[in-house]
């Protein structure tokens, strides 16, 4: 089996079937983007991660990125494989083309996104950040940044990050003490900042730094924030690279995987300080800052989705191939493969990173409307529905690709365990991927506090109600496999909104209540909004079968997943629900001091 084959298929499916790839390019304005063009450009981003960036995968995790003589060294094969995205124009493809961008929906980017990340991961972190740090100034900078800053970051010819995370912060930016004294026409910033992903590197000529720091007279706590951009190289008024500027790699990361990513601590302007520009207005940098982090965060959540894959993809066909006792019916050795729990290890598998990928590409739909929608209702719609599909995505998609990885390494057995089968560092890739850009508890707590509670449930209900219609479809299909489907969906879809109710009443009782519910809620949100997708799946694949459509053995394995989430999965939100309502009570009541 190679290395790592792009999931197509299923890609083409969700997008004409579940995201609506049709509408989504209608809303773009581009006679030329066809869904046959796209098919085209996934199709060829497939055949760059399965033969270009996956074969770097194991020897970038073996080699890692180094730090000589004060700068950052990354894998052999690194910069030459980096450089045929730039060479495409991979990394433009969401953004508009007076940028040098293609132009092309973030749909269309998110399994772009996913490939990358499930042929590398390591690798695909550089192109995320980038694409973060160019739709952040597109969409908060000035048109003099803009100007100056995106011709280079579109193409991915110049990097960008994102420097938030102080040693004596961690997850608290209202603790952030990096200083920004403002100096003409520009401002010094001090400070020292961690965990910066490709804080340094050898791909690119210039690196752009957006930064989170204080002014002098900013008021205290998250309202003094503001975000500045802080290129590696100061910039000529006619693009040509001048002077380099006052950010200094202190040193890089030794972590537990992502090996070949460089994650550096930076300090900026120990000496008269790091030249940077103000983005936007003072005091608002958090609110800048948070469009890029919710970009990065659709694209974490989308990791989860290709780390699972990646893990499914490679304990399949370990499975396939080990040879081991003789399965329960069989008379002779068999692959294990045949035996019954290695069966169910891979299903469930498979079904959850199918969920996961529908969830994750819908939101980038939801994306595409908010910007480009016809009225200004239909960009409305779509920034409520991405906003409350974003900690989903980024939380839940997140803990699936960790769950996938782990069923991996036991699919392999005690070779899952040792370094050459590969299914250790998928395990060992997809266990940050909870962490950064929020913790899962971040994500929930923003779910609680900034979804369900700011409009009391609104959205969430609205979207648990076309669970419901979805639900009650399927129970009328006429079709014993898809009613079955049904009635596990109108479980979970009674035990969502079960769950939804109390956090809402409880806000009112104790505010630490929803805080406690919070993470099992999001997961519970998590499992029956996959669960919803993949039983519209199943209905679409019914269909198509029924009309002699489309690949038969594709559409039935389909069904067969969707069936397997139903059973195996979705059982899960009743667990969560009564976890919500009466275990978070149980939350506080122990005190810390007997812990």
Known sequence: MAEYQAPLRDIEFVFNELADLDGVLGLIGNADYTPELVTSVIEEAGKIADGVVAPLNQSGDTQGARLENGAVRTADGWYDAYHTLVDGNWMGLPFPEAYGGMGLPWLVNAAVSEMWAGANMAFALSAILTQGAAHAIQSCGSEEQKQKFL?????????????????????????????????????????????????????????????????????????????????????????????????????????????????????????????????????????????????????????GVAIGERAFQKAVAYARERIQGKPIGLAEKAPIIEHPDVRRLLSSMKARVEAARTLAYIEAAELDRAEHGKTPEERKQGALLADFFNPIVKGWCTETGQRVASDGVQVHGGMGYVEETGAAQYYRDARITTIYEGTTAIQANDLVNRKLLRDKGAVAKSVLAEVAANAAGLAKSGNATLADIGAALTDGHKAAVEAVDWVLAAAGEDPRLPAAASVPLLLLLGTVLGGHNMARAALIAQSKLDKNEGDRDFLTAKIATAHHYAGHVMPDALAYARIVTKGSRTVMSVPSSLL
């Not at 920004?180 to 791909?203: C, E, M, P, R």
């Not at 951009?229 to 200094?248: A, K």
């Not at 940098?285 to 919710?294: A, K, T």
Request: net charge negative; glycine share 12%.
């Open 151 to 303: 011709p280079k970051l579109v193409p991915g010819e110049w990097a960008g990050t994102m420097n938030l995370t102080e040693a004596n912060a961690g997850s608290d930016l209202a603790a952030v003490r990096t200083k920004a004294v403002k100096n003409g026409d520009h401002y010094l910033i001090s400070g020292q900042k961690i965990f910066i992903t490709y804080g340094d590197q050898d791909l690119t000529d210039n690196i752009i730094h957006l930064v989170l720091a204080r002014c002098p007279d900013s008021p205290p706590g998250v309202k003094g924030i503001s975000l500045f951009i802080v290129p590696n190289f100061l910039v000529n008024e006619d693009g040509s690279l001048g002077d380099r500027n006052e950010v200094d790699v202190v040193s890089i990361e030794h972590k537990l995987g992502i090996h070949a990513s460089p994650t550096a601590v930076l300090a900026f302007g120990d000496k008269k300080g790091s030249v940077g520009y103000l983005v936007g207005e003072e005091n608002r940098g958090l609110e800048y800052m948070f469009v890029m982090m919710n970009n990065a965060r659709l694209n974490v959540g989308l990791q």
